[in-house]
């Protein structure tokens, strides 16, 4: 039988990748530029204004100031009781008089990774309303940009995923939280990310089972259809272990491979009989490794009787190998 053409191959894998991972759309540069056009309008709402209120506001009372004290000290440190006021009169003598021991570290509550990017503003811009909120208003807008990629990945279409990142940068909660100097902006952004980080590996695990499942595919279709009629053909069991290992992790029942044995006849006139030697053995090892009473059998198969001169098949016997009573 003829070979399959490597182009034949070529649009069955493409065919395959297509079911089990849905192509991305072809619509570049428009598949980035649309969502950084819409990242760009939700950046300069969440910039304009930016400073105002100028005051500490929530609980930026809190991060703010912690994080300008890990940027001069690398620790959180008590403050002195009127430090709002202060920091509100332009001064950053905040810090409380200390000894130098334990005692003058504050009671610490949050991690430190959102203080340390509040902290990174104030570096660039000082202690003021714009320094610890530039930070916020960054990842709020990086946000968008997340949300218009992911939609986009999710639905396979760049408007509806530019519309879901036009809606993010519209919605109250998530503009309010981009205008202040708080942490929970930094914890839904790599949340997010994550998320999208979780689409990506799925589409490439997904793309990469089409491509094992279609060369298995092909491995067990060589090995079927090449022969002439009348000849036993065998599907080795590196063929089954490779369709094995591309659907599911691997994992070992015989400690062997399983033959697969095809018999067709010699002439068209007889049945041809699909014969797996190994079955029943496969059988009784998985029923002992649910139940360790059972003794496995090493010589159960199955026989094709002889053919008779009128070319009926006589009655089918199962039998174990090497001289065993008939059943």
């Known amino acids: 039988m003829p070979a399959t053409p490597p182009a ?3 649009g ?3 065919a395959l990748q297509a079911r089990l991972a849905s192509p991305m759309p072809d619509d570049r540069p428009w598949g980035w530029l649309g969502p950084l056009l819409v ?3 939700g950046t ?4 304009d204004r930016l400073r105002v209120p100028r005051a500490l506001i929530f609980d930026e009372t809190y991060y703010a100031k ?3 004290s890990i ?7 008590n403050l002195v009781s009127n430090a709002n006021t202060i920091i509100q009169a332009g001064h950053t003598n905040i810090f409380a008089p200390c000894n130098g021991t334990s005692a003058c570290g504050e009671y610490v509550v949050q991690p430190e990774a959102g203080k340390l990017l509040i902290a990174a503003g104030e570096w660039l811009f000082g202690l003021n309303s714009f320094g610890w909120r530039f930070a916020s208003a960054v990842f709020g807008s990086l946000a968008i940009l997340l949300m218009c990629r992911i939609a986009r990945r999710m639905t396979r279409s760049t408007l509806l995923g530019c519309i879901a990142g036009l809606l993010m940068s519209l919605d109250g909660l998530e503009f309010v939280l981009s205008r202040t100097g708080i942490l929970d902006i930094f914890l ?6 994550a998320f999208g980080c979780v689409l990506i590996d799925r589409d490439a695990a997904r793309v990469k089972l089409a491509g094992e499942h279609h060369r298995a595919d092909a491995l067990v279709g060589r090995d079927l259809m090449h022969g002439d009629a009348g000849r036993r053909l065998e599907a080795g069991g590196a063929a089954v272990a490779h369709f094995r290992r591309a659907l599911h992790p691997e994992f070992h029942v015989l400690r062997r491979d399983v033959e697969f044995v095809l018999q067709h006849a010699a002439r068209p006139q007889r049945r041809s009989l699909l014969i797996f030697w190994h079955a029943d053995a496969l059988a009784l090892e998985v029923g002992r490794r649910l139940d360790a009473g059972l003794a496995p059998h090493q010589n159960a198969g199955v026989e094709e009787p002889p053919r008779g001169e009128d070319r009926q098949a006589d009655k089918a016997r199962i039998a174990a190998r090497h001289g065993d009573d008939e059943g």
């Open 12 to 14: 069955r894998l493409a």
């Open 8 to 10: 034949e191959e070529a």
């Open 66 to 68: 912690d994080a300008w």
């Open 188 to 193: 839904m952004f790599f949340v997010l990310a």
């Open 71 to 77: 940027l001069n000290h690398g620790v959180e440190l």
């Open 44 to 47: 300069f709402l969440r910039f």
């Open 39 to 41: 990242t760009a309008f």
